[in-house]
C-alpha cells in the first residue's frame, strides 16, 4: 500500500511539473481533487498531506510532501527551470520533487489520557532537545506523549521504553539488567570511526539506529527545509551582492582533517582571496561572539561549508546555519545536496573538474551580480530549518518526534545484529588520501564523483 501510494504521488508531481514546463507563460493547470471525488481539495499540496495521514501507519516510508513546495507557486517552478535551462524536463522533475526526505506522521495525537513513553539518555548529558516532555510538545510533535530524561535513577529499569546510547563520548558503560521491553537506541552524529572498546558489545544489543544516515531507523539529519506560508516576495528582487566587498570566508577551530578541507582552501587561496577565521587561520572574531558570521555574511559573498568527512549523507549544521543567512555557501562534501536542497541554493566544490575550475566560478560569480543573485532566489519560497542542536527551535518532524512516534505504534521487532559493519563500512567514506580525492586537492582534473 505504501509502494502503491508513493508511486502514484510521484507521478502527480512529475504531471504537474511537467505541464508547467511546457506552459511557462501560462497559469498552471488547476490541480483539482475531483479524481478521487473530493471537492474540497483544491491544491495539490492538501491532497498530498491528505494522502499522507492515510498512509501514516508505516512509518519507514519517505515522505514526498516538500514538493508541494515547488508546485504551490509557478514563478518559483518558472525560476528553477531557467536557472537549469539546459536540463531536460526529466531531471527537472527529479530536482524539484525530492527536495527532503522525512518520514510520514500521524494525526495529532497528544491524548492527555495515554501514559508517557519513558526515554532514557543514558551516557551523555546533553541529547540536543531537551528534558521532560515539554520538548515533544515545543517541537510540534504528531505524537508527543514521551518524557526523556537524563537521570538514571529517576526510574527503575523496567520502566524505561527507550534507551538511548551515544557511541561517541567516553562513557562506554551499558546497564547490567535491561528490560525486554526497553529498546536501546544507537545515537550517532557524527561519522563512522567506531572505537574499538565499542565494537566488542553493540552487536546485538540495540533496536533502533538514529543517525545522520538516511537509511537509519531513525533518520537524524542535520536540518532541512520548509516551505514558507506566504511567499517573500522581496528574494526575488533583492540584490544580495549589495555591501559586499569581499569574496570567501571560513571559520574554523579544526585544522586536520579527514577529508582534507585545509588542502581546499589552501589550493582555493592561491586563485582568490580566502580570509580564514578562528585557530586554523590569520584573523580572529571571539568564539563567544555569535554575530561573527552574521557579520561576515554581511561583506563575504562566499562562506565555505566544508565538511571534516566525506561520507554518505553526512551533511551538518555547517550548511544548514549559513543557509539561513544571506551569504552564498560553497560546499564540500559527500551528502547527496541535490537531494535534499533546493536546486541553486548552493556550490558544490565537487561538482567541478578541478579547484582551479571552481575557483574560475566563483570569480565569475563575484563579477556577475545577476548570476550571483540566482543563488538567492530560493528563499522567497523555502527556509532551511537547523534541526541540530534543536532546543530552541520548534521544527516538527524531528528525529526525536519520531522516535516518540515509533515508541508508541511501532510493534515490530527489530534488532542490530551487525552494526560495526553498517556504521563503518556501508557509509561510504572517503578520505584525503583516496585517489580521486587526493587528485582533486592536488587541483588536478578528476572524474565526476556521482
Ligand atoms: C506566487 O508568487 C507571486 C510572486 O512572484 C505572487 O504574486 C503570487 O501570489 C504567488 N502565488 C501563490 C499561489 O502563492
Ligand atoms: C485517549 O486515550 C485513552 C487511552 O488510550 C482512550 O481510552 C481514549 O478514548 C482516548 N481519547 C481520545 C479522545 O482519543
Ligand atoms: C535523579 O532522580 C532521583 C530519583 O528521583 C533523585 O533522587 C535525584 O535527585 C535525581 N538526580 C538529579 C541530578 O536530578
Ligand atoms: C550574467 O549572468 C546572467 C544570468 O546567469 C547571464 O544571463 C549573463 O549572460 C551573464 N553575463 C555575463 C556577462 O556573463
Ligand atoms: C511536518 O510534516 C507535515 C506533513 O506530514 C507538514 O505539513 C509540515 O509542514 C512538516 N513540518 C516541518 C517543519 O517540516
Ligand atoms: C530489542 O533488542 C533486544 C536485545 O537484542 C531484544 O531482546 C528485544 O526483543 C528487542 N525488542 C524489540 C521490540 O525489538
Known amino acids: 500500500m505504501a509502494q502503491i ?59 514526498v510532501f516538500e514538493i508541494s513546495l515547488d508546485l504551490k507557486n509557478v514563478t518559483w517552478l518558472a525560476l528553477v527551470r531557467d536557472a537549469m535551462s539546459k536540463r531536460k524536463p526529466e531531471e527537472l522533475k527529479e530536482s524539484v520533487t525530492v527536495l527532503s526526505g522525512t518520514l510520514l506522521k500521524q494525526e495529532k495525537d497528544s491524548n492527555e489520557t495515554k501514559p508517557l513513553k519513558k526515554i532514557l539518555f543514558w551516557n551523555h548529558p546533553d541529547n540536543y532537545f ?57 545515537f550517532l552524529l557524527e561519522p563512522p570511526g567506531l572505537e574499538p572498546p565499542i565494537v566488542k558489545f553493540v552487536e546485538g544489543k540495540f533496536n533502533y539506529t538514529m543517525t545522520f544516515r538516511e537509511d537509519s531507523d531513525i533518520f537524524h539529519p542535520y536540518g532541512s527545509f520548509t516551505t514558507l506560508p506566504e511567499p517573500r516576495i522581496d528574494a526575488l528582487t533583492k540584490d544580495y551582492t549589495h555591501g559586499k566587498t569581499k569574496m570567501a570566508t571560513w571559520f574554523v577551530s579544526h585544522c586536520q582533517t579527514r577529508s582534507g578541507r585545509e588542502l581546499l582552501v589552501d589550493r582555493l587561496s592561491r586563485y582568490m582571496q580566502v580570509d580564514v577565521y578562528g585557530e586554523c587561520g590569520t584573523l580572529k572574531c571571539p568564539r563567544y561572539d555569535s554575530e561573527c558570521i552574521p557579520r561576515a555574511a ?19 549544521e555547517k550548511f544548514f546555519a549559513i543557509l539561513k543567512l ?31 575550475h571552481l575557483a574560475n566560478y566563483l570569480l565569475y560569480l563575484d563579477k556577475n551580480h545577476t548570476a550571483y543573485n540566482e543563488y538567492f532566489r530560493w528563499k522567497a519560497y523555502s527556509e532551511a530549518v537547523r534541526s541540530f542542536p534543536m532546543k530552541q527551535s520548534t521544527a516538527s518532524n524531528i528525529s526525536w518526534c519520531q522516535l516518540c512516534e515509533r515508541l508508541h505504534y511501532d510493534q515490530q521487532k527489530r534488532v542490530h545484529g551487525n552494526l560495526q559493519e553498517w556504521s563503518q563500512h556501508s ?22 564523483l556521482r
Open 5 to 63: 501510494l508513493h508511486v502514484s504521488l510521484w507521478c502527480l508531481c512529475c504531471l504537474a511539473a511537467f505541464c508547467v514546463y511546457i506552459y511557462p507563460d501560462e497559469a498552471p493547470p488547476a490541480i483539482t481533487g475531483e479524481e478521487d471525488g473530493d471537492p474540497e481539495k483544491t491544491s495539490l499540496q492538501d491532497l498530498l498531506l491528505s494522502d499522507s495521514r492515510s498512509a501514516a501507519k508505516s512509518p519507514s516510508t519517505r515522505n
Open 427 to 448: 557509509a561510504n567514506c572517503l578520505s584525503a588520501e583516496d585517489g580521486v580525492i587526493d587528485s582533486f586537492l592536488r587541483d588536478e582534473v578528476i572524474q565526476k
Open 326 to 356: 544571506d551569504i552564498l555557501p560553497v560546499v564540500y562534501g559527500l551528502g547527496e545536496y541535490e537531494k535534499i536542497a533546493p536546486p541553486h541554493s548552493y556550490i558544490n566544490a565537487l561538482d567541478f573538474p578541478s579547484i582551479r
Open 130 to 186: 531537551g528534558v521532560g516532555h515539554e520538548p515533544f510538545v515545543r517541537a510540534g510533535c504528531p505524537v508527543d506523549r514521551c518524557y526523556i530524561t537524563n537521570n538514571r535513577s529517576e526510574l527503575p529499569y523496567q520502566a524505561w521504553d527507550a534507551l538511548v546510547w551515544r557511541p561517541d563520548t567516553e562513557d562506554f558503560s551499558i546497564p547490567y539488567r535491561r528490560s525486554p521491553a526497553t529498546r536501546y537506541v544507537f
Open 298 to 316: 554581511k561583506i563575504y559573498k562566499f562562506y565555505l561549508s566544508f565538511e571534516n568527512s566525506l561520507c554518505d549523507d553526512y551533511i551538518t
